[in-house]
T-cell receptor, first 113, second 114 residues
Framework: NAGVTQTPKFRILKIGQSMTLQCTQD?????MYWYRQDPGMGLKLIYY???????DKGEVPNGYNVSRSTTEDFPLRLELAAPSQTSVYFC????????????FGPGTRLTVL | AQSVTQPDIHITVSEGASLELRCNYS??????LFWYVQSPGQGLQLLLK??????LVQGIKGFEAEFKRSQSSFNLRKPSVHWSDAAEYFC????????????FGAGTQVVVTP
């Protein structure tokens, strides 16, 4: 099992550009999550999904979009990148919500200049 | 809404010494409590979790945590630290009536000296 994989590992964007962060899990987990991590701020939930075709906003969704067409994939789309979106992005998955362990990918470090 | 506070941003500990990381939460009932560890350049890994029952919870890598309802705390401990324990540690809180959304603390950076 590869677990949760994320691509790319690093990316530099110019202001106003768009990109998609890829996330794939091979554990057949129903729940998937996108977080961003800023220094000294812990992790903030951007979007989550409880199954294919079902997504919802987290704590900081503005400037992002998601889709979940399959159980395995949960891409995060940044439209019109802004410097405030400079962060490290983590994708995670869990078999179910509530008490279940979340498994994290290695992260994508994004810089917007 | 629940919240979680990790009062210590940075802790330096000698190898072989004991370690205690503090976590305080705010929630109306007993929440679900988690400790995750993040090694440099890596994603987060679960160390242990508490939902109910015995208030002393054992985790991986020799860590344990104790839930104290009266103090709204869930402190993480390790009796003897190894150099490989240098990492950032996050406490997280989940509401039992939610689908699994977690509120993470800001993290505590642990440095281990020889």
């Amino acid at each position: 099992n590869a677990g949760v994989t994320q691509t790319p590992k690093f990316r530099i964007l110019k202001i106003g550009q768009s990109m998609t962060l890829q996330c794939t899990q091979d554990m057949n987990h129903n729940y998937m999550y996108w977080y961003r991590q800023d220094p000294g701020m812990g992790l903030k939930l951007i979007y989550y999904s409880v199954g294919a075709g079902i997504t919802d906003k987290g704590e900081v969704p503005n400037g992002y979009n998601v889709s979940r067409s399959t159980t395995e994939d949960f891409p995060l789309r940044l439209e019109l990148a802004a410097p405030s979106q400079t962060s490290v992005y983590f994708c995670a998955s869990s078999r179910e919500g509530r008490t279940d362990t979340q498994y994290f990918g290695p992260g994508t470090r994004l810089t917007v200049l | 809404a629940q919240s979680v506070t990790q009062p210590d941003i940075h802790i330096t500990v000698s190898e072989g010494a004991s370690l205690e990381l503090r976590c305080n939460y705010s929630y109306g009932a007993t929440p679900y409590l988690f400790w995750y560890v993040q090694s440099p350049g890596q994603g987060l890994q679960l160390l242990l979790k508490y939902f109910s029952g015995d208030t002393l919870v054992q985790g991986i890598k020799g860590f344990e945590a104790e839930f104290k309802r009266s103090q709204s705390s869930f402190n993480l401990r390790k009796p003897s630290v190894h150099w490989s324990d240098a990492a950032e540690y996050f406490c997280a809180v989940g509401a039992p009536d939610s689908w699994g959304k977690l509120q993470f603390g800001a993290g505590t950076q642990v440095v281990v000296t020889p």
